[in-house]
């Protein structure tokens, strides 16, 4: 019957949903992507700007452009480049969009200011760098809904939680891991994380409790490298290899690892594929890294559960891979996703569209939305406390807030007592430096510093200043 076959076709708002590259002249051109051989995504784009790691002689650097700066970049763009080795991770700050950290191979975690105006030179001093790993960090990714609170994992199998406000770690999970993390995931409210490692195995992780809670070894039986992501409740999604080399994706019940609630095998490249979920639409997007499509799915409470919908294809292949938050999006549009594909020299932003005959909000496309408002402070978190997202509506779209500035108030050292235990002894080394001489030298640097801070100021002033003039002429 009639009737019968129409029934065939799962319905489904999202079955036609497209992608499309945007004009050329929308593009920005000229950038030197790096060339650093590693699987994460290099881009990170948020709605002011879009951030790309670049390659960079002798040291680690990556360029920050404003959004609506496309077109040729300008071979003396500025860049961040305080790093002394290349940089690996990007990521920006879900709760201020003019602060992005970056993880590096110099061991080190630094967190930036970025100003809503283009600098003059390249800023090379962060609000706080973050020392705690021994070797490279590849992995950094900030906590959804607890202000100032940033992951990073390293080479050194080690996951450490940082206080970026006060530039404290807050917790180290160092005995979890057997080998090298490939990646690193926060559910929706940042109770629990999902990690995958070389020693195969998915862990669900409590970072407060220290424990792995639940983990599931061979998700899938081939040898390289593994993704997971949290989908919507409670659920992990997975991508990897079966043990012939076929891509897979994978969707699993956090209550009961054992058996997959959908497993499938997609194709035979072999360039690892990176999953970007929206939860507003349920939809899971996989960018291989060196593929030039993106497939996407939709995921369900009915079986098949994992419903492929579409691939977006193309002649290039794409060597990274931003993914725009969805307040950063053009409801008017009935944009969905914007993806920014970067090739060898330049980004591409890639548009995602649900068609709509209507002009009107299409409110069944834009449920409220995670916003800018963190929903607790770092050490309500760390105490215990959980709270999902504080969310936005987008009827009216998403105007970006003004720079906010991020403040680290370090604990003064001389405020905490020394550790009790047996008193020294006062070796000849503490006579020799008397106390009138201690006092000499303590307000030498604080005079030093007042300066330093006054010529800062100074820099500052002039700098927007120019930026007056700049604007005034445009």
């Keep these: 019957s009639p009737a019968m076959s129409r029934r065939v076709v799962r319905q489904s708002k999202f079955r036609h949903v497209f992608g499309q590259p945007v004009k050329a002249d929308q593009m920005y051109e000229d950038i030197r992507v790096s060339k650093v051989t590693c699987d994460s995504s290099f881009c990170a784009v948020n709605p002011k700007f879009v951030a790309i790691i670049v390659e960079s002689g002798g040291g680690g650097a990556f360029i920050v452009l404003p959004l609506a700066k496309t077109g040729r970049v300008d071979k003396n763009h500025p860049l961040v480049t305080g790093h002394t080795a290349p940089v690996l991770d990007i990521d920006w700050c879900p709760h201020n969009d003019n602060v992005i950290a970056s993880a590096s191979e110099d061991t080190t975690v630094m967190v930036w200011q970025i100003p809503d105006y283009v600098p003059v030179r390249n800023i090379t001093e962060p609000v706080v760098t973050l020392e705690g790993h021994s070797k490279r960090v590849s992995i950094i990714s900030w906590h959804p809904t607890a202000r100032n609170v940033l992951l990073s994992a390293g080479c050194d199998n080690l996951v450490i939680l940082w206080n970026v406000g006060t530039g404290e770690m807050l917790l180290a999970l160092d005995d979890m891991h057997t080998d090298l993390i490939y990646n690193v995931g926060w559910n929706r409210n940042g109770s629990l994380l999902v990690t995958t490692c070389k020693d195969k195995k998915v862990r669900v992780i409590d970072p407060r409790k220290q424990q792995v809670i639940a983990e599931k070894t061979k998700p899938h039986d081939g040898t390289r490298p593994i993704r997971a992501i949290f989908v919507a409740d409670g659920k992990i999604f997975t991508t990897g290899f079966s043990r012939m080399s076929e891509r897979q994706l994978g969707l699993w019940d956090l209550n009961n690892f054992e058996e997959p609630i959908a497993l499938q095998e997609m194709d ?112 309500e978190w760390l105490s215990g406390k959980d709270a999902d997202p504080i969310l936005i509506s987008l009827r009216d779209g998403y105007v970006p807030i003004k720079n906010r500035e991020l403040k680290v108030v370090k604990k003064n050292i001389l405020d905490s007592k020394p550790p009790p235990g047996p008193r020294r002894s006062h070796s000849t080394c503490d006579s020799d430096f008397s106390q009138p001489a201690l006092e000499e030298v303590l307000e030498e640097i604080r005079a030093l510093k007042e300066t330093v801070q006054a010529q800062e100021k100074r820099i500052c002033d002039l700098e927007n200043k120019l930026c007056q003039f700049t604007n005034g002429t445009d």
């Design 268 to 379: 035979t490249s072999n360039g690892v594929l990176l999953p970007f979920y929206d939860a507003d639409s349920s939809i899971v997007y996989l960018c291989g890294k060196g593929d030039s499509s993106i497939r996407y799915f939709e995921i369900t409470d009915e079986a098949p559960y994992v419903h492929y919908l579409n691939t977006y294809s193309s002649k290039e292949p794409q060597r990274g891979m931003g993914f725009m938050p969805k307040r950063g999006l053009d409801v008017s549009k009935c944009e969905i996703a914007r993806f920014f594909k970067l090739h060898e020299r330049k980004c591409e932003p890639i548009v995602m569209t649900v068609p709509r005959k209507s002009d009107l909000f299409q409110d069944d496309l834009y449920p409220d939305t995670p916003g800018p408002e963190p929903a607790l402070e770092a050490d």
